[in-house]
């Protein structure tokens, strides 16, 4: 199984700042990679697909990057609404596909 | 407009059963793999199962296989799950949620969820 590991934990920054959330895989899972949003109270939602292809309707400050192990997802701006858990996911070795931990950015 | 809604969560004891059903519309159903993925109060997420558009394939997470049984039934645009055995550590809001595409399992579209608690 393939173990996703998210860091920092917390990012705390304040609105019209850039964030930047990592996420490291156990073993290479190319650009089979996925990143997520999940706001209090509600389901997650697809932001980031094959690493760097942005969902429908998703605004062009979310940006990923990367492929092998070492993924990064970067909030240019950060608006309001972006305040959220984030987790990063794999489908290169499934089954299971496996999420990581969660990135929590909170208003500084 | 694409949607899933869940039903059929609720309070059981352990080692009770419980059947859960995510009911789709606004794309068609039969196209698509669907999955259940579990989140456990203040928890991240566990994906545990998965259904193919046809059938054919299912997959199980180690931590439910043999007590949990996904289905569905495309003519009812509908994703079922099966619990039995359940134990206090399946405490969860349980969500559907759609394959982006065959060969990718990425999931595009979610449910609110149906909170499940497992408790004497």
């Known amino acids: 199984e393939i173990v996703l590991t998210q860091s920092p934990a917390t990012l705390s920054l304040s609105p019209g700042e850039r964030a930047t959330l990592s996420c490291r895989a156990s073993?290479?899972?190319?650009?089979?990679f996925a990143w997520y949003q999940q706001k209090p109270g509600q389901a997650p939602r697809l932001l980031i697909y094959?690493?760097?292809n942005r969902a429908t309707g998703i605004p062009a400050r979310f940006s990923g990057s990367g492929s092998g192990t070492d993924f990064t997802l970067t909030i240019s701006s950060l608006e309001p609404e972006d305040f959220a858990v984030y987790y990063c996911?794999?489908?290169?070795?499934?089954?299971?596909?496996?999420f990581g931990g969660g990135t929590k950015v909170e208003i500084k | 407009e694409v949607q899933m809604v869940e039903s059929g969560g609720g309070l059981v004891q352990p080692g009770g059963s419980l059947r859960l059903s995510c009911a789709a519309s606004?794309?068609?159903?039969?196209?698509?793999?669907m999955n259940w993925v579990r989140q456990s109060p203040g928890k991240g997420l566990e994906w545990f199962s998965y259904?193919?558009?046809?059938?054919?394939?299912?997959y199980y997470a180690n931590s439910v296989k043999g007590r949990f049984t996904i289905s569905r039934d495309n003519a009812k645009d509908s994703l079922y799950l099966q619990m039995n055995s359940l134990r206090d550590e399946d405490t969860a809001v349980y969500y559907c949620?759609?394959?982006?595409?065959?060969?990718?399992?990425?999931?595009?579209?979610w449910g609110q969820g149906t909170l499940v608690t497992v408790s004497s």
């Open positions: 949620a759609r394959s982006l595409s065959i060969a990718a399992n990425y999931l595009d579209s």
């Open positions: 606004g794309f068609t159903f039969s196209a698509y793999g």
């Open positions: 259904i193919g558009s046809t059938t054919s394939t299912i």
């Open positions: 073993q290479s899972v190319s650009s089979y």
């Open positions: 094959d690493a760097s």
């Open positions: 996911q794999q489908r290169s070795s499934w089954p299971p596909l496996t």
